[in-house]
């Protein structure tokens, strides 16, 4: 059930029902919101949105005769033939009244609400920080890849009285999208990550990358509070004098909240040293989950959160599926790190797989999807990396990493095997793999470089 009455969809702009029955107008809660017409359920209320592949305006006829409590279609797309009889809200636009209808949501809720993007990084932060809150209190927070212009939203409408706090996160790829987030969840603490080469399809540069994700800072209410990783030359330049700020790095005296890097253990698992006192232990993999801890950190005390509370939660903290997930199979180890794939998550990948105590490594590397015309020199600077790391052997899949070996001389490419589908791959892992050794599986969302898992043969 969600905290919002039907009469609430009048306050939509232009808004209209049509059909819509006379004691339907009494509900103060609804069911849900759904966009999908294979998953409504009755009473829900569904939202018809145009998407790259399918318009949820077709569907509308089929959702009502299961039960929809009425749909929220485009005025443009009204016909009195196919929808005289449906319960319908009639909108100028309907991405634009979802977005009115999360943000009149979330002004009702007086709450810390943390915004989080950033090139890398973002959703473990995320994640982070609500573990380390929910020790104390129950925290809404975007699940799964719901980051974006229909899942934020969605995730905005689910808030309610017994949430505590929230934590949103914005992804972008392209320009102006941060804007429109931010200004759907209305954040009153917000925090980037780092600023690094992603989606510069859209971006074009590291500069339009940071111009976008800084878009959450620049849109924020006075009085707000910002978390400025230091160590981040964009973002340690940014400054608006109406916003609080707490800066956060590695090895430096003049920041708020200092981080030092521990010692690793044999698992690639690193160690936090928080203010120089207080040592945490992390259970997920690589130095870079040290720096997501150490961001989550920063938020968390500055929200009234003990070293000792922090501690207690990051040390408990374990990667989840498709990032940095550990995944044993006979003895070896796989770090499963396939939701998405960027030249600077490529290297930070890489180094957790090689400071491993393992014995043999390899590594499965898939294309990097997005990087516009910087792709091609991307994916040969990766492999180049890859090579210099030194692992026992690469595999890559996908046309772009396979283009990308034209540029490497002969001896280069006799220690990389090209893979035309992920079960090909399985099945040469599977034949070097042995007890003790490590693989590293990383590639972008489109790769599904996670199906070599279910492509291994069973235990």
Known sequence: MLDVAVRDFLELEEAEFVNLPEQAM???????????????????????????????????????????LFSVMERARYRAETHGRLPLLLVPDTLKALHQLARAHRLRYHIPVIAITGSNGKTTTKEMVAHIMQQREAVHKTHGNRNNQIGCPLTVVELNEMHKAAVFELGTNQFGEIKVLSGIVEPNHALITLVG??????????????REKLDLFRGLQAGSTIYKNMDDPFIAAFHREELREVTYAFERPDVDVKGRFGEMDAMGRGELILNGRTRIALKAPGWHNVRNALAAAAVTLNLGFSEREIARALSTYESFEKRMQVVHWRGAIILNDTYNANPASMYLAMETLMSMENGRKYMALGDMNELGRHSAEM????????????????YVLGEKMSMALADLSPAEQKKISTCRSQFELAHMVAARMKAGDALLLKASRGIQMEKVLAGLPAE
């Open 26 to 68: 009494k509900i103060r809660r609804i069911k849900g919101i759904s966009i999908d017409s294979r998953t409504i359920e009755p009473q829900q209320v569904f939202w018809a949105i145009k998407g790259a592949n399918f318009d949820g305006h077709d569907f509308i006829p089929e959702v009502s005769a299961h039960g929809a």
């Open 197 to 210: 080469d992603t989606h510069l399809e859209f971006l074009q540069s590291r500069e339009g990358v940071a």
């Open 379 to 394: 994916h040969v600077r990766v492999l180049r990396k890859a090579l210099e790391y030194g692992p026992s052997h690469i």
